[in-house]
Nanobody, 115 residues
Framework: QVQLVESGGGLVQAGGSLRLSCAAS????????MGWYRQAPGRQRELVAT???????NYADSVKGRFTISRGNAKNTVYLQMNSLKPEDTANYYC?????????WGQGTRVTVSS
């Protein structure tokens, strides 16, 4: 069974940085695209960033220039480097990996940015 496991969340002051990691276990195929979504309290889940196996990236306007998504050397790993964090970045961050006929989600990691 495929599982996405995130790590790296925590509490940070505004202007600080965090790095999120996601690793997929149980998958025998490589995900073409992996990404990160986030959901703040009372709000809908929203796209943060995606990256393809070829390295093409896509970012939400709100994080462009501050966040960087990358893929690891190990199969099906993805990272999110978050710099210049703002209080409005506070949310649960979810790793995301679409596959044929199914979409995999991690359990989420909490990011809290204090002002």
């Amino acid at each position: 069974q495929v599982q996405l496991v995130e790590s790296g969340g925590g509490l940070v002051q505004a202007g600080g940085s965090l790095r999120l990691s996601c690793a997929a276990s149980g998958s025998i195929v490589s995900f073409t695209t992996m990404g990160w979504y986030r959901q703040a309290p009372g709000r809908q889940r929203e796209l943060v960033a995606t990256i393809t196996s070829g390295g093409s990236t896509n970012y939400a306007d709100s994080v462009k220039g501050r966040f960087t998504i990358s893929r690891g050397n190990a199969k099906n790993t993805v990272y999110l480097q978050m710099n210049s964090l703002k209080p409005e970045d506070t949310a649960n961050y979810y790793c995301h990996a679409p596959s044929t006929g199914y979409v995999y989600w991690g359990q989420g990691t909490r990011v809290t940015v204090s002002s």
